[in-house]
Every structure is written in C-alpha cells, then in structure tokens.
C-alpha cells in the first residue's frame, strides 16, 4: 500500500459513492480537529494546558484545561461547515444546535473530546473519540431525540489515538482502517481491514471494584484467574491502561476483552453509550469483535438519554461469547 492519504481514500468512497460531499467534508475535518489537539499535546506548555481548571463537567467529573480546549477546538471547526445539524459532547450539557447564522446539514456528531482525561498529566495514551449519526427529516429543528439513535445506525465512527504514534481508527460501516499520522501530519492508510484475533485469553478490568461487582463478573474473573486449574482451561494474562482508547486499541491489534460493567457504585454503568461505547462497539463489530452489556447487543439497545452510561464488554468474539453464558 503506496501512502494513500485519509482525503485521498475518502475521495475514492465519494468517486465511488460510498459516502456523499457532506460525509467526506465532515470527516475531513473532524480528523484535521483531531491533528490540532495532537499538536497541543505534543507542544504544550506542560502546567498550563495539562492541569485542572476550575470547571466541573455534566459528568460530575472536574474538567483539565485540554478537555475544554479539545472541545471548543472540535466544535469550532465543524459548526460552520454546513454538514451538520447538530453536535454532543461528554463536556456539554445540552445538544448543541447549530446556530443559524450557518446553513444547516443532515449530520449529527457526536464524541468524546479526550477519553482518559486522568493519564493526561502523565503520559499515557489519551485519545478522541467520535461517533457519526444522521437524521432523515430534517427541518432544520432537532432535539435530543434526533440523537436518541441506536448503535446500529452510525453512519461511521472512530477515534484518535494520542500514544507513542497518533493513530486514526475509522469505520464508515464496511470494515475497520487503520492510519499513522505521518512527519508531513498526513494520515496515511496503513491497514484496510482490522480484523480481531477471535480468541484470546487477555482481560482488561479495573479490578480495583471486585468487591462492586456482580456475581457473574465476579465469577468469570475468578475463572480466568484460577488459570489452567479452573474451568476455563487456559492461562490468562491482564491488561489495563485506564484510557479506554488505549485498551481498545490492544484489543483491536491484537485481541483480547475489554470489561466495564455496572457495579454497586455505578449502578446504571460508568462509560457512557452514545459517544464512547457505541462508536467503540461498532468498530469492534466491524472488525469481527462482539460488544454486549450482558443480555444484550449494545448495537441493538435504544438509548433513552444522551449522557446515559451503560456496562459493556467487548473484543474477541469467542470470549465475549464465553462471559455472556455467565449472564444465562
Ligand atoms: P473520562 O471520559 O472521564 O476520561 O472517563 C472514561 C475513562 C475510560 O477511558 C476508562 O476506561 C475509564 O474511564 C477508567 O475509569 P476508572 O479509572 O474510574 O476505572
């Protein structure tokens, strides 16, 4: 594969009508966005953009300086370029409607503009998470029904990786890419089909909230412990970073589950569906994964509000498949 570009393969799904002028434009920018906030991380003024500031978000969760400027940043630049209809953030409250002042699309965006805002301050891979809906009957008025969408029906979904290399993850709905940001801050495509290894034997928890659990959790995590002497029959290894962009990239290169279920505490779940776990399950389906809360597909669950959090496990097919039969 010769450095075919992000606008270049867009350009190609426009020529061959897989995705209209106002999908390539939305995508186009949404990535450009994505290139500034990598170049703040990488060049910032340490104590200024990394430390707290004085906001506490809808999340309840004390804002750092570069969520905010992540978000202003994303918002900015794609309210004005008529592709939209309207746009929700983790850090805002409300919808955002796009204001009249610009002409109006069919597209809602919806993202995260930095998962895993507690590694900032230290290095660890952060990243931008995004998700692309739309609305078929479009009268210029939307609500936060409009957004009330099912997984199923993203239009593309992706994230940006902030690590070691800036990486883009991309689903237009047929497959997942991979691109490498380059020396030239070019995306270039490195990978047409990430596929995700069907087994595996590495898990991916916060296992500080055992005692949280349910029992079925509980009891597929004392499973994989217990190794080759247990049910399972098979040595694991674990992994978790803390940044679920940072634990679902492992998992798509290389395989393995990703668990964050409900728990005592959070009871309704901590990671919230519409813009980190939809676009996240998406592209693990899209890759050959399977993503559940359990009983359910999370692609099939009909969300009832935009901030709602949901539990989830997702990755390699087959021990998704297993941890499910503990919900039987
Ligand atoms: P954030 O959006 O505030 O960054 O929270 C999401 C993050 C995920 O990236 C990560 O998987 C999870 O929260 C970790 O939370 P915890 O450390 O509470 O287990």
Redesign the pocket.
């Known amino acids: 594969m010769n450095n075919i570009t992000l606008s270049t393969f867009l350009q190609k799904q426009l020529d061959y009508s897989k995705i209209d002028r106002n999908l390539l434009l939305l995508l186009n920018t949404i990535t450009n966005s994505c290139k500034k906030i990598n170049s703040i991380i990488r060049n910032g003024n340490e104590s200024d953009i990394f430390s707290e500031s004085n906001t506490i978000n809808i999340q309840g969760?004390q804002q750092k300086k570069l969520d905010i400027i992540a978000n202003e940043l994303i918002i900015k630049d794609s309210e004005c370029i008529s592709c939209l209809a309207g746009i929700a953030s983790?850090e805002v409250e409300t919808i955002y409607e796009i204001p009249n002042s610009y002409t109006k699309g069919n597209y809602l965006l919806l993202f995260?503009p930095l998962?895993?805002?507690?590694n900032i301050d230290v290095n660890i891979s952060i990243g931008t998470i995004f998700s692309i809906l739309k609305i078929y009957d479009n009268d210029g008025y939307i609500t936060e029904n409009s957004f009330l969408q099912k997984g199923k029906k993203q239009i593309a979904a992706g994230y940006v990786i902030y690590g070691p290399q800036t990486n883009l993850v991309l689903s237009l709905g047929e497959g997942v890419l991979f691109f490498i940001l380059n020396h030239d801050n070019e995306w270039i495509l490195k990978e047409e089909k990430i596929i995700i290894p069907i087994n595996t034997s590495e898990f991916s928890i916060?296992a500080s909230n055992m005692k949280l659990w349910d029992s079925k959790i509980k009891q597929y995590i004392e499973d994989c412990l217990t190794g080759t002497d247990g049910p399972l029959n098979k040595k694991y290894n674990m992994r978790w970073v803390?940044?679920?962009v940072a634990?679902i990239h492992r998992i798509l290169r290389r395989g393995g589950v990703f668990l964050?279920p409900k728990d005592s505490n959070s009871i309704n779940g901590?990671?919230r569906l519409m813009y980190e776990v939809n676009p996240m399950s998406f592209l693990i389906e899209q890759a050959g994964g399977l993503a559940t809360n359990g009983t359910e597909s999370i692609l099939e669950i009909e969300p009832k509000k935009l901030h709602e959090r949901i539990g989830v496990i997702l990755g390699s097919k087959l021990e998704v498949e297993i941890i499910k039969k503990y919900y039987l």
């Open positions: 969760e983790e995260d998962d895993g805002s507690s916060n803390g940044s679920m634990d964050y901590k990671l």
